[in-house]
């Protein structure tokens, strides 16, 4: 006996506003599998609409569909308090934002609330654009954050959002609306403190070197030599800078490894500032990438320079092979090139396509043990390249260090403090509190023992 079996009827979800939002979403959700009815003030010429969508009345799609995206600016809001009655018990997914803070006195969706009281708001999909819509979530990062004050409407937006290939994260109730409408008005803001930091210490060490080289050479030797600064200073800033950059990102980790210690717990929070720091450290370490990359391309451009050519055509004689140089000089590149390699390696499983490829131990594996030795590598190869510079008079110009000297400051600490969290006793102290172990002290045994 043949048993037919039915398809269950799509969903039908209605959709107010036909703009390239409105549009983008209506198309998603026709590819997986919802039906899609459009309110429109003019039904029959509102523009085009995706296909297999219908568009009717704003009265007529608000009774058909029990979700109603509302994907209109919030200056034209005012028709919606008289849909009232026909959007009573209706769920609202506002999806509107702001062009600045505190434009309005009240979110949006809040707003959309008081128009409709007897409607259930969500807030949800405002932080999506039209593009990401269209395209789905390619990177695994497309969140979909979403809050309002029924529990059951968000169930709902939910298992639509989910049903889209995104990821929802409810940020409670609707008073979190306003939170969420900020959302998209934040321009990188992980990326602020880093470029901050790149600008600062990009001006500061070329000033710092154009004195020591430029004007210093000028002033004690009449010489002019300030076409160096277009390539030979530049190619010693951005060094520099990356190096240090590199280090400041797993700084941040040793001092959170050595707060641990000290408290003896991992379940007290860190300072706020360490938290800011620990949270823009892929930021850091992509500045820090960019910074390494200008560093080989003008290193790749020096045999081509006038200046160069000029000097190995006047200084064009013959002499004897000094073995520790030639150690010197292939060790010095050995470890650039080494360092220059992990570094790219860093970079390339910092992307979410590449990450989320990973387990949690090779990610881990690679961002801080092959991270360790990424610093290494080049705070060697600047160890290389210093050499005995030191211990030479003639390079403290105006009794100043080089910049190579001051760039190994930071890595060196960080190095040197790592391993000292590596030492047998310090290691497993460290990894008995990230396993939850936790340090007693003697006055809480002895007010247990009062309490018992």
């Known amino acids: 006996m043949d048993i037919l079996l039915t398809a269950p009827e799509p969903e039908l979800l209605c ?29 029959h010429s509102c523009g085009p609409v995706p296909q297999g969508a219908q568009v009717m009345s704003h009265t007529a799609a608000a009774q058909s569909a029990s979700v109603v995206f509302i994907c209109i600016q919030r200056e034209h809001y005012g028709f919606l308090e008289q849909l009232a009655p026909q959007l009573k018990r209706k769920v609202l997914v506002d999806v509107s934002n702001n062009l600045r803070k505190n434009l309005y006195p009240e979110a949006n969706a809040e707003y959309l ?17 039209a593009w990401a819509l269209q395209n789905g979530p390619s990177d695994s990062n497309r969140q979909v954050y979403l809050c309002g004050n029924s529990t059951e409407a968000k169930e709902a937006v939910t298992e639509i959002a989910t049903r889209l290939g995104f990821s929802v994260q409810d940020r409670g109730s609707l008073s ?17 403190l880093p470029l901050r930091l790149a600008f600062g210490l990009t001006a500061f060490f070329f000033f710092y070197l154009l004195t020591r080289d430029v004007i210093y050479t000028y002033a004690t030797q009449k010489k002019d030599i300030s076409f160096r600064i277009m390539v030979s200073l530049a190619n010693k800033v951005f060094p520099i800078v990356s190096l240090i950059m590199l280090a400041l990102c797993y ?28 949270l823009c450290r892929k930021q850091l ?56 390699g992990l570094y790219v390696l860093l970079g390339i499983t910092s992307l979410p396509s590449v990450s989320n490829a990973l387990s949690w131990r090779e990610f881990s594996f690679i ?22 510079m030191f211990l030479r008079s003639s390079y403290y110009k105006w009794y100043t260090p080089p910049g190579y000297m001051l760039s190994l400051l930071v890595p060196s600490v960080v190095l040197v403090l790592k391993l000292l969290l590596l030492l047998p006793c310090v290691d497993r102290s460290l990894t008995r509190i990230r396993q939850g172990w936790e340090r007693t002290e003697p006055q809480d045994d002895s007010q247990k023992s009062l309490i018992t």
């Open 176 to 192: 979190a609306a306003r939170e969420l409408e900020d959302f998209p008005l934040q321009l990188f803001p992980l990326w602020r």
């Open 251 to 278: 700084l941040p980790g040793v001092i959170a490894a050595v707060f641990q210690l000290y408290r003896g717990t991992k379940y007290r929070r860190f300072p706020d500032w360490l938290d800011r720091w620990m």
């Open 285 to 340: 370490g992509l500045l820090a990438l960019a910074f390494a990359f200008l560093h080989v391309l003008y290193t790749l451009i020096i045999p081509i320079r006038y200046y160069v050519r000029y000097k190995i055509m006047k200084e064009n004689q013959t002499s004897e092979l000094d073995t520790t140089i030639a150690w010197r000089s292939d060790s010095y590149y050995s470890m650039g090139i080494l360092g220059f």
């Open 15 to 43: 959709i107010f506003g036909t703009g390239d939002l409105g549009r983008s979403l209506g198309q998603r959700l026709l590819q997986s599998g919802y039906k899609v009815v459009y309110g429109s003030r003019r039904p």
């Open 113 to 129: 609330q008081r128009l409709t009281p007897e409607a259930y708001v969500v807030k949800a999909f405002n932080t999506l654009s």
């Open 367 to 388: 961002q801080s043990k092959l991270g360790y030795l990424t610093l290494f590598f080049c705070t060697f190869h600047t160890y290389l390249y210093g050499w005995d």
